[in-house]
């Protein structure tokens, strides 16, 4: 069997977070009733005309900063001419030959170190509608059309065929989010359709310079699904040229239930979209000023910020990297630590059970009942010795159920740590009083055995005695 | 004088001195529609009900002692094409028959505002495509002048109800002369203003980069006055020109002594009717008359303006027309299977002929392997064209010629040829393609029937045309001649 | 020269069905013009730029702030079928 190589790029598309369409006045807002945010212009009435929001060519020009791209001074929009009932016009307002941005890359950390993906052009463009159908597309009796999200802004980024394998890819995804919304241009919510993924996948046998032909796969609504529908499909065309047989360039869709790629090839003619310039919008001639402008109004972007977390706080890069994958993680962090300086330890407690709360609930951060500063009010208690470690986790989840101060749960519950030496003196010579042969194996060498006995002390104590001190007086007493 | 031929200035000095009201006027309109209108059949739809009312509404105004603008209670006509909100628009085409718009285009929005008096929606050829209105998908227009004749077109509807007394003014719009040549035809004024002059919001698009809105009337007068009300910027049209609005009335009465006019060699050799070219001869004549400095001009690369136009025109309009698909608005074919069969059956009865044969073409110019040997080389010699204009307003104030290469023809003459039809295009469609403004003005009669002078200027110099226009009409009659109906 | 299966081609992009007779007229009035055009390729444009639009604009751009959105009457009242709020159309495969 031959020895192949993946090659994957990605096209990714990003609804804008603006007010209103790139197009029009009509609200971008989520969750109206079909067929109410629109207006003669998105949906595309006779005699009517496309005006461009400014705010959306700010954002994409935020985005394409942000991907160090080069921003064009001269720029356009094109028609996209094909025929689909959600698209009112029957062609796409979009960027065919003269992008806005174009030329930039993003780095990724792989398991061979950091490696940089190119970023081939970012350029603008109006979203389609919806269709609601019964069941599914093919076996609908009809479809009903609402075009509430016709017109929203998307930009399209479109990266180099530079990834080799569905991890590099999920991590670019990965990567390309956080940017994204560092930037603050975009919600980037994979479930709610603001981030789409399509990807183009060929193999080709190792060594080879030339591309193999390529399918475009669709419909992955999740990075697992990413990684898992580009898993599938490279397996698929090994197999069929391991069979003998060829790739046909088409475009699958991705069946997260099946768990495998469709074709999607429908009675319809290949595509030509026969792309032409727009003639009811003019071009941008984008001034340098304004992208300097935008250029430093851009926040510190997810690779500064973890640098400046190993730099500075002395991060492990792991920890880093993981608090720096949202903006919002990474703000939480930091809000936790204007109240808490031992950074490692908060990072400790935001990537463990902080983090499993959240997955648990299916929550994220913005969601979390716990507030940065509560958090770091629960750490400071462990650090002056009010609570022990062990103490700090139920009052963690008990703070997440409730939202409530660490403070206050801890003086409610009667949870501060018992350090007075005189009762935790009592509470020892009773466990030793108790276990006399166990204190007798210690003496004699069995390590074990003083974990037993601290146990014991802790459960008297209903563990609140200090650890520290039960395991200093255990063994003064013991010896 | 007969109420029906009186121009809007006449009407304004009338309606002011009370000497007549506003319903009395749109009353008398609507009592010529009905003698004529069986005849000619200019309008598409007919809104006498709305139009007594909006009548009615100035009189109170002249009533209350309020001053009226200068158009208030004056009726106008508009073609067809243009969004009129709870009014069906159709475009003459049967796959918009029961389109009612639920909004205003812009010229819409200002002529009402202006307190003028909508009479109704004007025939034309469906989607504006063609040169004598026998392209309406319900029924041929006739010319006043002889009603076996065309009233040329696209805007023929529109151009007849203003020739014939059905209306003072009418609205057209004009993509390769569809203003200018049925004003030729005729025998009244028809300006097509500068690309981007008067918004296109609300426009039925045909080809977005060359069409256009402007206006018929009975003099350069009136003329004047409705394109100071209908021109200036549009934030809804990203195209429509910024800058202050001009006065253009001012234009009116000024001298043309010295004017540097320009006639190209190639607008009046082979293929100008001879009875056309001697009347234009002698409005020429008239010019220098009285001052003006009548020199041979040249565009050289005027023959290639036709397939340029023919291939730019259906490109944006196969594009435009993609969106009569049978999902939102209009026809759609009965009984679709799916939703393939339902676009192709909708578009295949729904438009006619001519409109799908200019999709058909410009589909093919724009598709993979095409795009570069026909769209773009189109573009490419459009600058040519454009260059062509700069260089003659360099050296002269206006260009003038004859606005159509002969007189009304007979209704299906030319029908089964369309290279013929497009040909017969060939004086009006370079100012569409350099965007200028240009303006036909009766000129004289040839054969009994009317001829236009056609008379281009530079981007935004409305007001020379309307001055050059206005010299003419003062030492002629032409304008004043209306056909026996 | 326009083929048949070019007119056939052209037609399914344009969504325009046509009968027999049609792909034939179509055919030979689109060679027609097509002759015609090649006229062009007479002209030397190789430094010519394109001319896409007349003006000379560039930059125009609207504000992001909404406008009023259509009643959902207005919206739904030129439907040639719907269900509801929506428009309705015949299966889509």
């Known amino acids: ?479 | 004088m007969d109420l029906v031929y009186m121009t809007a200035h006449e009407l304004h000095d009338k309606l002011t001195s009370k000497q007549i009201s506003a319903e009395e006027v749109c009353r008398e309109y609507l009592d010529r529609i009905e003698k004529v209108e069986d005849r000619l059949k200019a309008y598409m739809t007919v809104t006498g009900d709305l139009a007594l009312n909006q009548a009615r509404s100035v009189d109170k105004r002249i009533a209350s002692g309020e001053s009226i603008p200068p158009l208030a209670g004056i009726p106008i006509a508009v073609k067809d094409n243009m969004c009129t909100e709870g009014i069906r628009t159709t475009c003459s085409s049967k796959i918009l028959y029961n389109f009612v718009p639920p909004y205003n285009a812009t010229v819409v929005e200002k002529i009402l505002a202006g307190g003028m008096v909508l009479m109704g929606k004007t025939n034309m050829d469906e989607f504006a495509m063609g040169s004598s209105t026998e392209n309406s998908g319900f029924y041929t227009t006739s010319n006043p002048w002889d009603t076996e004749r065309v009233p040329g077109g696209s805007s023929g509807g529109s151009a007849v109800a203003v020739a014939a007394g059905e209306t003072v003014f009418s609205l057209g719009s004009d993509t390769g002369g569809s203003i200018r040549q049925p004003a030729s035809l005729c025998g009244v004024v028809g300006i097509k203003p500068t690309y981007g002059a008067v918004s296109r919001y609300g426009l039925v698009a045909f080809a977005s980069s060359l069409d256009q809105i402007g206006c018929f009337s009975r003099d350069v007068t009136d003329c004047a006055v409705l394109l100071n009300l209908i021109t200036g910027h549009d934030p809804l049209d990203s195209t429509s020109a910024p800058g202050q609005k001009t006065d253009y009335t001012g234009f009116l009465n000024r001298p043309i002594k010295g004017l540097r006019v320009g006639v190209p060699v190639e607008y009046m050799g082979e293929g100008i009717d001879p009875g056309v070219r001697a009347v234009i001869n002698d409005a020429l004549k008239v010019l220098a008359s009285q001052g003006a400095v009548i020199e041979e001009a040249s565009l050289p690369h005027s023959k290639y303006a036709i397939p340029v136009y023919y291939l730019i025109a259906t490109a944006e309009a196969s594009s435009n027309l993609a969106r009569y698909d049978g999902v939102r608005y209009g026809y759609r074919a009965e009984d679709p299977g799916d939703v393939v069969d339902m676009f192709m059956r909708t578009r295949s009865r729904g438009f006619g002929t001519e409109v799908k044969r200019r999709i058909m073409l410009g589909t093919y110019a724009l598709s993979t392997g095409y795009y570069d040997a026909y769209y773009l080389k189109a573009l490419k010699v459009r600058t040519l064209i454009k260059q062509d204009f700069d260089r003659a307003f360099d050296k002269y104030d206006v260009l003038i010629s004859p606005t159509s290469p002969g007189t009304a023809f007979r209704k299906g003459e030319k029908v089964d040829d369309p290279l013929q039809m497009y040909l017969s295009d060939i004086t009006t469609i370079s100012v569409n393609l350099a965007g200028i403004p240009g303006i036909s003005v009766p000129a004289g009669f040839s054969g009994g029937l009317p001829v236009g002078m056609q008379i281009m200027g530079r981007p935004f110099d409305e007001g020379t045309l309307i001055g050059v226009a206005h010299a003419f009409e003062r030492d002629t009659d032409h304008h004043a001649r209306f056909p026996e109906l | ?93």
Not at chain 1, 167 to 174: F, H, I, P, S, T
Not at chain 1, 287 to 315: C, F, N, T
């Open chain 3, 1 to 93: 020269m326009i083929t048949i299966a070019e007119v056939e081609h052209v037609a399914l992009l344009a969504r325009l069905e046509l009968s027999d007779e049609e792909k034939k007229t179509y055919s030979d009035q689109l060679s027609a013009i097509l002759e015609y055009a090649g006229m062009l390729d007479d002209l030397d444009t190789g430094n010519v730029s394109p001319t896409a639009h007349v003006l000379p604009l560039k930059n125009v751009f609207r504000e992001d702030s909404e406008g009023a959105h259509l009643p959902l009457e207005k919206t739904l009242q030129n439907a040639p079928d719907r269900d509801g709020n929506f428009f309705k159309v015949p299966r889509i495969v």
């Open chain 1, 1 to 479: 069997m031959a020895q192949y190589e993946t090659v994957i790029g990605l096209e990714v598309h990003v609804e804008l977070k603006t007010n209103t369409k790139i197009f029009c006045h009509s609200s971008t807002r989520f969750g109206g009733d079909p067929n109410t945010h629109v207006c003669p212009v998105c949906l595309g009435l006779p005699g009517v005309l496309p005006v461009l929001n400014k705010k959306v060519v700010e954002y994409a020009t935020r985005v394409g900063l942000a991907l160090k791209c080069s921003i064009a001074q001269y720029s356009k929009f094109d028609r996209k001419n094909y025929y689909y009932p959600d698209l009112p016009k029957n062609y796409q307002i979009s960027q065919y030959d003269l992008p806005l941005a174009e030329r930039g890359y993003l780095d990724i950390d792989t398991e061979e170190g950091i490696k940089r993906i190119g970023i081939t052009r970012v350029h603008m463009e109006e979203d389609a509608g919806k269709l609601v159908h019964q069941g599914t597309i093919s076996t609908t009796p009809y479809s009903l059309v609402d075009y509430n999200r016709t017109g929203v802004p998307l930009i399209e980024i479109v990266s180099e065929p530079d990834m080799r394998t569905p991890e590099e890819a999920r991590a670019y995804l990965e990567k390309l989010k956080a940017i994204i919304q560092y930037t603050g241009i975009s919600d980037c919510k994979m479930e709610e359709g603001s981030l789409r993924c399509d990807a183009n996948v060929s193999i080709r046998p190792v060594g080879s310079d030339e591309l193999g032909t390529k399918t475009e796969i669709k419909n992955m609504n999740s990075f697992r699904s990413l990684q898992r529908a580009l898993r599938y499909e490279v397996e698929r065309q090994v197999e069929a040229l391991e069979e003998g047989g060829g790739i046909i360039q088409e475009t699958r869709t991705w069946d997260e239930a099946k768990g495998i790629t469709l074709s999607m090839r429908s009675k319809e003619e290949a595509h030509d979209y026969r792309y032409f310039p727009d003639p009811d919008l003019v071009p941008m001639v984008i001034d340098p000023d304004w992208v300097e402008e935008i250029r430093a109004s851009l926040p510190e972007l997810p690779d500064r910020r973890k640098e400046r977390y190993v730099a500075d706080y002395g991060l492990p890069a792991y920890d880093a990297s993981v608090i720096t994958a949202t903006k919002e993680l990474a703000d939480y962090f930091e809000e936790c630590l204007a109240g808490y300086p031992n950074a490692k330890a908060a990072s400790n407690w935001v990537m463990g059970d902080l983090s499993r709360l959240l997955n648990a609930g299916n929550l994220d951060i913005s969601q979390c009942p716990i507030k940065p500063d509560q958090l770091a009010g629960l750490l400071k208690l462990m650090d002056n010795g009010t609570i022990s470690g062990k103490i700090a986790k139920t009052v963690f989840e008990e703070m997440f159920e409730t939202g409530k101060d660490p403070d206050l749960i801890v003086r409610e519950k009667g949870l501060v740590q018992i350090s007075d030496e005189g009762a935790i003196s009592t509470a020892v010579d009773d466990v030793l009083a108790a276990n006399p042969k166990v204190a007798e194996d210690f003496r004699t060498g069995k390590e074990k055995a003083l974990g037993f006995l601290v146990g014991q002390v802790m459960k008297v104590t209903r563990g609140k005695a200090n650890p520290e001190m039960v395991n200093k007086m255990l063994k003064e007493k013991i010896k």
